[in-house]
């Protein structure tokens, strides 16, 4: 089993990033998707989850508007699209294969995404 994140890196305050996660060793087309993120010196947050249909999504407070999960179950990648980035969205970003995700579940090696003029 086989996450893994691209796509991070450092953009401008309003700026946009897009993450993809690749998937391979499992049925992704039968799990829920899971992105988190976790700043510095804070706990693990749930950014945005996706049904493993596509059909149903949820978004963190704190990036409703801004932020938008997808999958492509052919491709089996699950994408972050981030806009109008803030410095407090500045954190190492996870996918994982669940919805919500615990220790059990497969993540991802993270990507940082650094948010700074």
């Known amino acids: 089993v086989q996450l893994v994140e691209s796509g991070g890196g450092l953009v401008q305050p309003g700026g946009s990033l897009k993450l993809s996660c690749a998937a391979s060793g499992f049925t992704f087309r039968r799990y829920a998707m899971s992105w988190y993120r976790q700043a510095s010196g804070k706990e693990r947050e749930l950014v945005a989850a996706?049904?493993?249909?596509?059909?149903?999504?949820k978004h963190a407070d704190s990036v409703k508007g801004r932020f938008t999960i997808s999958r492509d179950n052919a491709k089996n990648t699950v994408s972050l699209q981030m806009n109008s980035l803030k410095p407090e969205d500045t954190a190492v970003y996870y996918c994982?294969?669940?919805?919500?995700?615990?220790?059990?579940?497969?993540w991802g090696q993270g990507t940082q995404v650094t948010v700074s003029s």
């Open positions: 996706i049904s493993s249909g596509g059909g149903s999504t």
């Open positions: 994982c294969s669940s919805w919500p995700c615990g220790l059990d579940d497969y």
